[in-house]
T-cell receptor
Framework: DTGVSQDPRHKITKRGQNVTFRCDPISEHNRLYWYRQTLGQGPEFLTYFQNEAQLEKSRLLSDRFSAERPKGSFSTLEIQRTEQGDSAMYLC??????????????FGNGTRLTVT | GNSVTQMEGPVTLSEEAFLTINCTYTATGYPSLFWYVQYPGEGLQLLLKATKADDKGSNKGFEATYRKETTSFHLEKGSVQVSDSAVYFCPSEGGTASKLTFGTGTRLQVTL
């Protein structure tokens, strides 16, 4: 299976700790997105990359959040000084751009973060 | 910008019942339209899509037709199964970023 892969699936951390999540997109996809989803809500856009360039960041992405995609392949999302409000499912998606048609986003299974 | 209005849930149906989940959109131009499904504990899966007016997307017995005259993309299935219990999303497409904006979705519960 060559879908979007996220690691870890689950992360429990204490408030104030730093955490880092990894996303491996579908190999030929040039766009990579991060979303956050809380219980009972739909995914909320956080940021996206085209190749290695981070082109848009939501205002939801506070200064404690940083995302990178150094070689235009995998991406990491780091949360510093975690807060209980950061508890959520963090979803990664990838897509292939081209033409005038929107390429569907393909999602991973997410990383569930619990901050205690 | 583009937006969608999706039918609120939860929707509870008996197995083999007919399903319709309404989705209407407002947009400049002709956006691509999608339905995603999220099973418990999993990420979102693309269920079907349509890229232009009168296109019909279909997958796993689900169908949706891109209707320009009613600006709708309603999801239908003739006979639902318990395994179809999930949350269904009809996102709006966000212009050049290809970014999708999701609402809260429609939770479907199918019972025996």
């Amino acid at each position: 299976d060559t879908g979007v892969s996220q690691d870890p699936r689950h992360k429990i951390t204490k408030r104030g700790q730093n955490v880092t999540f990894r996303c491996d997109p579908i190999s030929e996809h040039n766009r990579l997105y991060w979303y956050r989803q809380t219980l009972g809500q739909g995914p909320e856009f956080l940021t996206y990359f085209q190749n290695e360039a981070q082109l848009e960041k939501s205002r939801l992405l506070s200064d404690r959040f940083s995302a990178e995609r150094p070689k235009g392949s995998f991406s990491t999302l780091e949360i510093q000084r975690t807060e209980q409000g950061d508890s959520a499912m963090y979803l990664c998606a990838s897509s292939l751009t081209g033409g005038v048609v929107v390429s569907p986003l393909h999602f991973g299974n997410g990383t569930r973060l619990t901050v205690t | 910008g583009n937006s969608v209005t999706q039918m609120e849930g939860p929707v509870t149906l008996s197995e083999e019942a007919f399903l319709t989940i309404n989705c209407t959109y407002t947009a400049t131009g002709y956006p691509s339209l999608f339905w995603y499904v999220q099973y418990p504990g999993e990420g979102l899966q693309l269920l079907l899509k349509a890229t232009k007016a009168d296109d019909k997307g279909s997958n796993k017995g689900f169908e949706a037709t891109y209707r320009k005259e009613t600006t709708s993309f309603h999801l239908e299935k003739g006979s639902v199964q318990v395994s179809d219990s999930a949350v269904y999303f009809c996102p709006s497409e966000g212009g050049t970023a290809s970014k999708l904006t999701f609402g809260t979705g429609t939770r479907l519960q199918v019972t025996l």
